[in-house]
């Protein structure tokens, strides 16, 4: 039988052990079922969330804070969602005035969905989804040069260096880059930081494309 210094002790080490693993990073936690659109036309809609590996939908406080970011640039500007997986990003766009809005996924279900909901929204004519490799659909720049270009890979996939290096013909001069991450990423030259944020789990960060204004 243990004595009651030996129980309190064992009660102790139960309650630490079970403190420490509530503090611990939430790599794991359960994503949500649905996200939704915060502001603008479709303001309130939701998009469906699939269990997918590597699908980590922006929460709605840090998409709120970006598009207050984005706002005077949003309306008219065309914009790419390069890893687009609930659409939330290039829905929200959309939403708040941006004239189109190419969504890439290669995760077939979430392509799947991502159509299932640009036919629900009646957006077939400004959202644009392509299934297809980011990387790999970066090499053949057939889609003309975007305002507003999304970053946000699966994080174990550490594709930022490779998909920012791939982005120049892509890009129109006064481009804006949000690139999302575990921790801080530099996009290299030609970009500025605008502003940035963190949340628990993500930095979160927009880079104003650095052009070179002729002398004179």
Do not use: C
Not at 94 to 103: D, M
């Amino acid at each position: 039988m243990l004595s009651p210094a030996a129980g309190g002790l064992g009660v102790r080490q139960r309650l630490r052990a079970s403190f420490t693993s509530a503090m611990k990073p939430s790599n794991d936690r359960k994503r949500p079922g649905s996200v939704r659109i915060i502001g603008g036309r479709w303001r309130g809609t939701r998009l469906p969330v699939a269990d997918a590996p590597g699908l980590r939908p922006t929460s709605d406080r840090a998409r709120e804070t970006l598009f207050n970011w984005l706002q005077p640039l949003l309306p008219g500007a065309r914009v790419l969602d390069l890893f687009a997986g609930s659409g939330a990003l290039g829905f929200e766009a959309l939403s708040r005035g941006a004239r189109e809005a190419l969504l890439v996924e290669r995760d077939p279900k979430l392509a799947a969905l991502l159509s299932e909901t640009s036919q629900r929204l009646h957006a077939a004519d400004t959202a644009s989804v392509v299934r297809a490799d980011a990387l790999a659909f970066l090499r053949v720049p057939l889609h003309g040069r975007f305002d507003v270009v999304f970053v946000d890979p699966p994080f174990a996939d550490d594709a930022w260096a490779a998909v920012v290096g791939a982005l120049d013909p892509w890009l129109a001069d006064a481009a804006w880059l949000y690139l999302e991450s575990p921790d801080a990423v530099d996009p290299g030259p030609g970009w500025r930081l605008h502003r940035e944020g963190r949340t628990r789990d993500a930095r979160h960060a927009l880079y104003r494309r650095d052009v070179a204004v002729p002398a004179g």
